[in-house]
């Protein structure tokens, strides 16, 4: 309660919560719930469990999107798992598309496989998080939306993307808890720094950075407003 209290007190009203471990899945529908945030559930491609994937139909119930899923060629360095995310990122696709869900994408020095895994499917909805650098403009062209975080105060490669993204395409995230801005923990909270730092990049003050990818959010996520 306190992690959520932070994050409304500097402004941060909405946060998707994913669930990208199996493991993990029961307790962020209950930490979701307790707290009326929307959630996300997937295999996340660091624990490609496809044994897991009987399961994620049933998981996904009550979500507001399909993921994390996607490609991480930091992680798998070797064909036989890099075709173990593929196998897996497809079928979250084949269920997203079929679900009419959003999909949180993860691409690690993956993005062009990644986009090219998405393109011959045609339109779809989601958004390539924690992103640092790939081809912007062939992201955007096949709709996607790009979202920042710790990172983008980190990495040139990540601001100059999080400048050139047009604002109805642009979205914010904590990438809490695994990335930190400081400390050893991450929060919700700490989008309010991000968008704070964001802002003048962008010509814009930090509340309405806030307010305009909240909007972005419930737009892709097809959340009520509020």
């Given at each position: 309660?306190?992690?959520?209290?932070?994050?409304?007190?500097?402004?941060?009203?909405?946060?998707?919560?994913?669930?990208?471990?199996?493991?993990?899945?029961?307790?962020?529908?209950?930490?979701?719930?307790?707290?009326?945030?929307?959630?996300?559930?997937?295999?996340?491609?660091?624990?490609?469990?496809?044994?897991?994937?009987?399961?994620?139909?049933?998981?996904?119930?009550?979500?507001?999107?399909?993921?994390?899923?996607?490609?991480?060629?930091?992680?798998?360095k070797d064909d036989a798992t890099r075709k173990l995310?593929?196998?897996?990122?497809?079928?979250?696709?084949?269920?997203?598309?079929?679900?009419?869900?959003?999909?949180?994408?993860?691409?690690?020095?993956?993005?062009?496989?990644?986009?090219?895994?998405?393109?011959?499917?045609?339109?779809?909805?989601?958004m390539i998080h924690g992103f640092v650098r790939g081809?912007?403009?062939?992201?955007?062209?096949?709709?996607?939306?790009?979202?920042?975080?710790?990172?983008?105060?980190?990495?040139?490669?990540?601001?100059?993307?999080?400048?050139?993204?047009?604002?109805?395409?642009?979205?914010?995230?904590?990438?809490?808890?695994?990335?930190?801005?400081?400390?050893?923990?991450?929060?919700?909270?700490?989008?309010?720094?991000?968008?704070?730092?964001?802002?003048?990049?962008?010509?814009?003050?930090?509340?309405?950075?806030?307010?305009?990818?909240?909007?972005?959010?419930?737009?892709?996520?097809?959340?009520?407003?509020?």
């Amino acid at each position: 309660a306190e992690v959520v209290d932070r994050a409304r007190s500097v402004g941060v009203g909405l946060a998707v919560l994913a669930a990208g471990n199996p493991a993990d899945w029961a307790r962020v529908r209950r930490v979701a719930n307790a707290h009326a945030f929307p959630f996300a559930i997937g295999i996340h491609p660091w624990w490609p469990d496809a044994e897991r994937l009987v399961d994620l139909p049933e998981a996904l119930v009550g979500a507001c999107a399909v993921g994390e899923t996607g490609l991480d060629y930091v992680r798998a360095k070797d064909d036989a798992t890099r075709k173990l995310q593929r196998a897996l990122l497809d079928a979250h696709l084949e269920l997203a598309m079929a679900r009419e869900l959003p999909v949180v994408f993860h691409a690690v020095h993956a993005v062009a496989p990644l986009l090219d895994a998405i393109q011959p499917l045609g339109p779809v909805r989601g958004m390539i998080h924690g992103f640092v650098r790939g081809d912007v403009d062939r992201a955007l062209s096949m709709g996607l939306f790009l979202s920042f975080g710790p990172d983008l105060q980190r990495s040139p490669a990540a601001l100059r993307a999080a400048i050139a993204v047009p604002t109805d395409r642009l979205l914010l995230e904590s990438d809490a808890p695994d990335r930190p801005l400081r400390g050893d923990r991450g929060e919700p909270s700490d989008i309010a720094a991000i968008a704070r730092y964001l802002a003048p990049h962008r010509g814009v003050t930090p509340e309405e950075l806030l307010q305009q990818t909240g909007d972005n959010a419930r737009i892709l996520f097809a959340l009520d407003p509020s």
